[in-house]
């Protein structure tokens, strides 16, 4: 077991996700805002990254991988340089001025401008998972909200805006499907386009009380409004949608985003194409983007106890918290038969007391934990114990298996 959870948490936690995250051994802070990702951590990212990328190319979604440093010059083409405060700014030893991915329209629009010539071309989804920065004045609230962070980014290319239309409601839906993989309720959200688009965009929310967001809502119907950007609404107002209830207030924590960039970039960087009748256009242009290392802090924040994190099954670090009390050759043999299974196990071998790995256990939050001890030997059985649950219960191996494999 290649963790080391710890006895007190961080003395700097204002969330439960930095908390427990950091008691439990996914994280540890380098600065405000910035952290390394230690083993578990970095198994959750990878779960979290693997069902984004499966409902990407689900859709079409073609991906690459772009870099995280930038020429200024693309920045001042669009106005970035100057208008996005949050851009991280630096100097190289022959004066050149560069910046810090915050976002990827400034890359991806001239790049796929070699590929993209004529209506045959599109449409093209292109995306990418990579860390980004913001100049954040106050990081805060653990993975949250940091200066260093995890996410996809896909941008679509589409002949005009019906096609784009089109995909917009296609990948809002992949979306929707990404959440709810990870156990998350995502409410799709009115918002202002911000620095991106002078259209409507929308945010993917999880209500929290550790968002930033103030968001109102229906009971009756999908209608969900980000008021801290879209103003003409109030608390106890009829629906706009249904008109069957009045909005509710909620806080909230933007999970991804949408937006319609219409031809913004294309213009910017002359990227035009042939229509079959050879006429040249501009591009309508999307971007989709999905906070990956804050969708973790959000799973945290959504699912937690007085004993620690309870991970949904398929962003859990392991499937399997395996403990062994003076055992370990049976333990050993236990192991390998999961592992044959291609059942993830996480094994505590460990020389310290039981209860020490029992509370780690819950602290670390598998949804499965497998005790092997002289009882279990006695009756070839092993007592297993759902991480949500208080009762464990004795059943043979093959009993277990057969109910992770759903049998």
């Known amino acids: 077991m290649g963790v080391k959870p710890e006895k007190l ?3 700097e936690a204002d969330t439960i996700n930095h908390k427990l995250l950091v008691q439990a051994g996914f994280v540890r802070q ?8 230690l083993p578990l951590g970095l198994r959750v990212l990878r779960k979290i990254e693997n069902i984004v990328r499966e409902e990407m190319d689900a859709i079409g979604g073609e991906e690459i991988l772009m870099p995280m440093l930038h020429p200024a010059e693309i920045w001042k083409k669009t106005g970035g340089w100057d208008s996005i405060d949050v851009l991280f700014k630096l100097k190289s030893r ?8 915050q976002s990827q329209e400034e890359v991806v629009t001239p790049t796929m401008k070699e590929f993209i010539k004529s209506y045959r071309d599109l449409p093209r989804m292109p995306y990418h998972i990579q860390w980004k920065f913001r100049d954040e004045l106050r990081s805060k609230s653990g993975i949250l909200r940091g200066r260093e962070f995890l996410m996809k980014d896909m941008y679509s290319f589409h002949l005009d805006q019906a096609d784009f239309d089109r995909f917009y409601e296609v990948a809002k839906q992949a979306y929707l499907k990404i959440y709810a993989r990870m156990g998350l309720q995502a409410k799709v959200t009115e918002a202002s386009g911000g620095a991106f688009s002078e259209k409507i965009s929308y945010e993917f929310e999880v209500l929290t009380d ?7 809502y229906c009971d009756s119907c999908e209608f969900c409004v980000n008021i801290d950007d879209i103003t003409s609404y109030k608390e106890g107002d009829k629906c706009p949608k249904c008109g069957n209830s009045k909005l509710k207030p909620s806080i909230a924590s933007e999970v991804g985003n949408v937006f319609d960039l219409g031809d913004k970039y294309s213009k910017a960087f002359d990227l035009k194409v042939a229509t079959s009748t050879g006429e040249q256009i501009y591009p309508i242009m999307g971007c989709y983007g999905i906070g990956v290392s804050r969708t973790m802090g959000v799973i945290v ?3 937690h106890d007085d004993k620690g994190i309870l991970w949904p099954a398929e962003v859990a670090p392991y499937t399997v918290h395996l403990i062994d009390i003076k055992q370990q050759e049976k333990a050993q043999e236990i192991y390998n038969l999961l592992d044959s299974k291609n059942i993830e196990v996480l094994w505590d071998d460990r020389e310290i007391n039981v209860g020490g790995k029992f509370s780690d256990a819950d602290l670390i939050g598998c949804p499965w934990r497998v005790i092997v001890s002289d009882k279990s030997l006695t009756t070839n059985e092993i007592e297993v114990k759902a991480r949500q649950s208080d009762e464990p219960e004795m059943m043979s191996l093959e009993q277990f298996i057969s109910r992770l494999k759903g049998d």
Not at 94 to 101: E, F, I, N
């Open 30 to 37: 380098l600065m405000a805002g910035v952290y390394t990702y």
């Open 301 to 303: 924040e959504k699912f």
């Open 9 to 11: 948490a961080s003395k």
């Open 210 to 216: 550790a968002g930033e967001a103030n968001i109102l």
């Open 94 to 101: 022959t004066d050149r001025d560069y910046a810090l991915g």
